[in-house]
């Protein structure tokens, strides 16, 4: 068996000791004589992997008592349309930060329920940076304000947390949650699609605060009301069993790594080793503002586009797969999550200083 170092944007890799404890556990978990695909997630053997999985993930992120943490479905798409049916009832305005492909996604969906107004956005020079906060024209009376702190397609990542003082702070995290250390209480609502930096496809994650539940319109999807999920533990419907319990396997292998301090150190690290292979050569370019460049996601560029299908193809050789860039960006881009080895990095900048030599 070869595995391959896969710098996919989401869904990600898995660490293998991860996939290797599942496919232990895969046939009986624990002596119940039944996989976790099998159970009830009503059974007492399914609460306690449920718990244990919140439990660990609340320790990691240091996540205060006054906040819930909830695993749904639907996605950080589904949030999209959850935040605003959660936090404006009765309509209303909330304030959003433009800053990419998702920040415009999250946008468009929230204009189905709330009168969005844009506080600022970076469309119109391509996306290559973070607006100061002293430039956002932000709305008094808006019920909460959006960002995307990671714009996974653009590599544009926020280095720090936007002040709002009493409005509460909602951040779609899907591609940078779990990278580092985060002070919680600065967010009223944190969310993130499972498949970068969590587990599997098919769950996601709401960290929300207490006094932001109970506010839903009445029309809000039973599934996506943030008061009937928490009061149900997540389960009031059949969640993702299997997703949730690999989910849990995934924080404590970060658990083992010296928790987000441990992975912090090793995510900058790594993505420095690229930076500093594009900055030190003129066959590459990152389109990306130096301060906010991405710790999770690098694009970037070769001089020549016509050496983009031989890049990639040489690469795939070399067991370096999924590089293409978005089709909105062109170029490459590696995505670098937890999960991707230092050693991975490195073969993937060995490789590119390779292929300059050969067609620079
Ligand atoms: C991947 C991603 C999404 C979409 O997530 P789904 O789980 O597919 O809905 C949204 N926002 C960001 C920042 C992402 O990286």
Same mark, same amino acid.
Request: net charge positive; no cysteine; glycine share 12%.
């Given at each position: 068996m070869t595995r391959v170092y896969n710098f996919s944007p989401g869904p990600a890799m898995l660490p293998e000791p991860v996939l290797r404890q599942a496919q232990a556990e895969l046939l009986d978990w624990r002596g119940t004589g039944m996989s976790v695909m099998e159970m009830?997630?009503?059974s007492e053997a399914f609460r306690s992997i449920a718990t244990s999985a919140e439990m660990t993930l609340r320790e990691l992120m240091a996540i205060p008592e006054h906040y819930r943490i909830l695993f749904l479905q639907g996605g950080a798409t589904g949030q999209f349309a959850a935040v605003p049916l959660n936090l404006a009832g009765d309509g209303g305005r909330a304030d959003y930060v433009d800053t990419g492909q998702w920040s415009k996604k999250a946008i468009q969906e929230a204009r189905r329920y709330v009168e969005v107004n844009v506080v600022a956005s970076t469309a119109a020079t391509g996306y290559h940076s973070v607006p100061p906060q002293s430039e956002w024209q932000v709305?008094? /009376?808006?019920?909460y304000l959006h960002y995307t702190p990671n714009e996974t397609i653009g590599g544009v990542e926020f280095h720090w947390v936007p002040e709002v003082g009493d409005t509460p702070l909602v951040a779609d995290m899907s591609s940078t949650i779990l990278s580092r250390p985060l002070d919680v209480s600065r967010f009223g609502i944190i969310y993130a699609g =499972?498949?970068?930096?969590? /587990?599997? =496809?098919g769950l996601t994650v709401v960290i929300v605060r207490d006094d932001l539940i109970g506010r839903a319109d009445s029309r809000a999807p039973a599934v996506l009301d943030y008061k009937l999920q928490a009061d149900a533990e997540s389960l009031y419907n059949t969640p993702p069993a299997m997703a949730w319990y690999v989910a849990g396997l995934v924080f404590d292998w970060i658990k083992g790594q010296g928790g987000l301090p441990g992975l912090a150190e090793r995510n900058q690290r790594k993505a420095q080793i690229l930076y500093s292979t594009i900055d030190g050569s003129d066959f590459y370019q990152s389109p990306v503002d130096r301060e906010c460049r991405s710790w999770m996601n690098v694009p970037f560029t070769l001089a020549e586009s016509a050496l983009d299908k031989t890049f990639l193809e040489k690469a795939e050789e070399a067991g370096l797969v999924a590089l293409k860039g978005h089709r909105s960006v062109g170029g490459m881009r590696a995505s670098i999550y937890n999960a991707m080895p230092e050693e991975g990095v490195v073969a993937l900048a060995t490789f590119m200083k390779d292929f300059e030599e050969r067609h620079g």
């Open positions: 009830s997630h009503r709305d008094p /009376g808006a019920l =499972a498949q970068k930096n969590i /587990g599997p =496809a």
